[in-house]
């Protein structure tokens, strides 16, 4: 009986318990204004028009693999708001600044899971410093893209974000189709690591409609929520093990299949579309540009950061230096986007000719 005993003990007492902080409280700690509310439902309506084909601009969703550090990631957002004022008639910037990282097998799970980068898991002081760090970039001007990895984190973020994926991992799972049917934000899936596009379709259809699902309540209380449905999901090609998806001739095989009620479409110029070498990204770029005309991609997606390539976490890193997937560094990503809306003039004036 006491071995009985001792074994419930263990079943039923987790080996540990950290309370964190509620969504609405987090939220009144760091608030959103007023004004800065307005700036995103108008960067919301923006992205949804240029996926509806109603804005003729490229949306481009660039920044680091995983934001690590604060400071650099700030920066990165000031050079990124300068270069905006300069491609603003053909490109519309939004920031990639993913705070969640997942993993195939173990590793580190992102800034919001592990701030201080030493396995101390404090997602207390993740909660605190993402949102804050959020807000800052937002205060420039800038809108935000993360990827819904946790559905319980969304509580917390789901009034500053202006764009969301769906990665290739998750897009088949119920419960990210089912919170992003709640989000009030254009929803990309990708498609998945095997290169299956039907789960990316199925899940826009799903996140489309209304839902009724177990969640948190903005109090922390384990509540039913009722989705109206997301109408702007989209499909993201993002490659696959076997390779690239992004070239015309796979995007017709892809119309060919939804017998050409295709999604509005987004292509990330990394992972297999790249065969994750970050420089390749160009490329892949370049490519997408050249052929838009005929594919009609309404965004791209980059990884990008302050300095080329990817390190190790270590007591000794390299400033602005990914640690999770390589990026293409700010030079060369300037010198391409430039170069982008340069071809995108060029198109532009030979269609109004």
Not at 4 to 22: C, D, F, G, R, V
Not at 293 to 313: C, P
Not at 314 to 320: E, I, L, P, R, V
Request: charge should be negative.
């Amino acid at each position: 009986m006491n071995a009985l005993n001792t074994a419930l003990q263990q079943t039923q007492t987790p080996e540990k318990e950290t309370i964190l902080s509620l969504p609405h409280q987090l939220k009144a700690q760091l608030p959103l204004s007023g004004k800065l509310a307005q700036q995103i439902a108008e960067q919301r309506q923006t992205i949804q028009n240029i996926l509806d084909g109603k804005d003729h601009r490229l949306m481009v969703v660039t920044g680091p693999c995983s934001i690590h550090d604060p400071i650099s990631a700030l920066e990165y957002a000031e050079k990124l708001q300068q270069l905006q004022s300069q491609i603003a008639d053909q490109i519309f910037l939004v920031m990639r600044a993913y705070i969640e990282k997942p993993r195939t097998t173990i590793g580190w799970k992102g800034f919001l899971y592990d701030p201080n980068l030493d396995g101390s898991s404090n997602m207390q002081l993740g909660l605190e410093k993402s949102r804050q760090l959020y807000l800052q970039i937002i205060e420039m001007g800038l809108p935000l893209a993360s990827e819904i990895l946790s559905p319980m984190a969304t509580a917390y973020f789901d009034d500053l974000l202006a764009w969301g994926a769906i990665g290739a991992r998750t897009s088949e799972s119920q419960i990210h189709r089912e919170i992003s049917s709640h989000m009030p934000y254009s929803i990309g899936f990708k498609n998945g690591t095997d290169g299956s596009i039907q789960i990316a379709l199925d899940a826009i259809q799903s996140a489309a409609h209304p839902h009724q699902f177990l969640g948190m309540s903005q109090s922390g209380l384990p509540c039913i929520l009722e989705s109206k449905g997301n109408p702007k999901a989209h499909l993201i090609l993002r490659g696959a093990n076997s390779g690239p998806n992004y070239a015309l001739a796979e995007i017709e095989k892809i119309k060919e299949k939804t017998k050409g009620e295709l999604p509005a479409l987004v292509i990330d110029c990394s992972h297999g579309n790249s065969h994750k070498n970050p420089l390749l990204q160009s490329e892949v770029l370049r490519t997408i540009i050249d052929e838009r005309v005929h594919t009609h991609v309404r965004g791209v997606m980059l990884e990008s950061h302050l300095a080329d390539g990817q390190q190790k976490i270590s007591c000794n890193m390299t400033y602005g230096q990914s640690v999770t997937d390589g990026c293409l560094g700010w030079d060369k990503t300037q010198q391409l986007l430039l170069e982008v809306v340069d071809s995108l003039r060029i198109s532009q004036l030979k269609r109004s000719a």
